[in-house]
C-alpha cells in the first residue's frame, strides 16, 4: 500500500519560470491538502481539494498560485512567474472519508514533500 | 490571532527528563486533535490522536482541555531520538497546524 508520493522531490526553477508539483495521494483516498513550510517555520495551509473539486482554497496567494484534482491523474500544484520567496518545502497530504468507525479522526498522511528552490 | 499556537522552543533537554508541550487554538468548534513529528528535512508524521479522555502510548501523553482550548504533549524520559519538532493539528473541516516546537535531547 503506497504511501503518498510527490514529484520531484527537488526543483530548481529560475525566477520567472513555472513550477508544477505533483501529488498522487493514497490509494482510495480522495481529499488532498497542500501545505508550504518555509525554512525554520511550520506547515501553512495552503489549499484543500476533494476530486475535481477546490474546496477550501483560503491559504492560497491570490495571484500566481493555482492548484487542481482532476478525475484522473495526480493534484498539482503550479507556480507561475515563481520569485525568490516561493522557496520553500511543499507538502501533500491525503485523507480519507470520515467514518463512525474511525470515531470522526480524519488523519491525514503526509508525502514525502518537493524542496522548491527558486535562483 | 493565529488558529493554532505553539511555542517554538526550542527545548533543550537531557536525556531521561520529562518535556511538556502546549498548544492553544482558537476555534471552540475544533472536532479532533493531533501531535505529529517532524524531523528534519522530512514530512510530518502523525505521532499520537488525542482523545477527550486523554491517552497514552508508552513514553507519551496527550491531554485535551476543551474548556481552555489547549492540549498538551508529555514525553517521559526523554531519549536522544525523541529530537524533533512537534507540531499539533487541530481539526474541524480542515487541519490547522503550529508551528511546532523544536526539542533537542541531550546526552
Known amino acids: 500500500n503506497a504511501g503518498v508520493m510527490q514529484n520531484p522531490r527537488h526543483l530548481v526553477r529560475r525566477r520567472g519560470q513555472e513550477a508544477r508539483l505533483r501529488c498522487s495521494p493514497m490509494?482510495?483516498?480522495?481529499?488532498v491538502y497542500w501545505y508550504r513550510q518555509l525554512p525554520e517555520e511550520g506547515l501553512k495551509f495552503m489549499v484543500y481539494?476533494?476530486?475535481?473539486?477546490?474546496?477550501?482554497e483560503s491559504g492560497m496567494p491570490k495571484e500566481r498560485f493555482s492548484a487542481e484534482f482532476p478525475k484522473e491523474g495526480p493534484s498539482i500544484l503550479r507556480i507561475q512567474q515563481v520569485v525568490r520567496g516561493d522557496s520553500a518545502a511543499y507538502f501533500c497530504?491525503?485523507?480519507?472519508?470520515?467514518?463512525?468507525?474511525?470515531?470522526?479522526?480524519?488523519?491525514?498522511?503526509f508525502g514525502p514533500g518537493t524542496r522548491l528552490t527558486v535562483l | 490571532r493565529k488558529e493554532v499556537e505553539q511555542d517554538p522552543g526550542p527545548f533543550n533537554v537531557p536525556e531521561g527528563a520529562t518535556v511538556a508541550f502546549n498548544c492553544t487554538y482558537s476555534?471552540?468548534?475544533?472536532?479532533?486533535f493531533f501531535w505529529y513529528r517532524q524531523d528534519c528535512r522530512k514530512e510530518p508524521k502523525l505521532l499520537m490522536s488525542v482523545y477527550s479522555s486523554g491517552n497514552e502510548d508508552g513514553r507519551f501523553t496527550a491531554q485535551l482541555n476543551r474548556a481552555s482550548q489547549y492540549i498538551s504533549l508529555l514525553i517521559r524520559d526523554s531519549k536522544l531520538s525523541d529530537s524533533a519538532t512537534y507540531l499539533c493539528?487541530?481539526?474541524?473541516?480542515?487541519?490547522?497546524f503550529g508551528a511546532g516546537t523544536r526539542l533537542t535531547v541531550k546526552p
Open positions: 481539494l476533494q476530486k475535481e473539486n477546490i474546496i477550501d
Open positions: 476555534n471552540s468548534a475544533s472536532q479532533s
Open positions: 497530504a491525503s485523507r480519507g472519508e470520515t467514518g463512525i468507525f474511525i470515531g470522526g479522526y480524519n488523519e491525514q498522511f
Open positions: 490509494k482510495g483516498h480522495s481529499h
Open positions: 493539528a487541530v481539526n474541524n473541516n480542515d487541519m490547522r
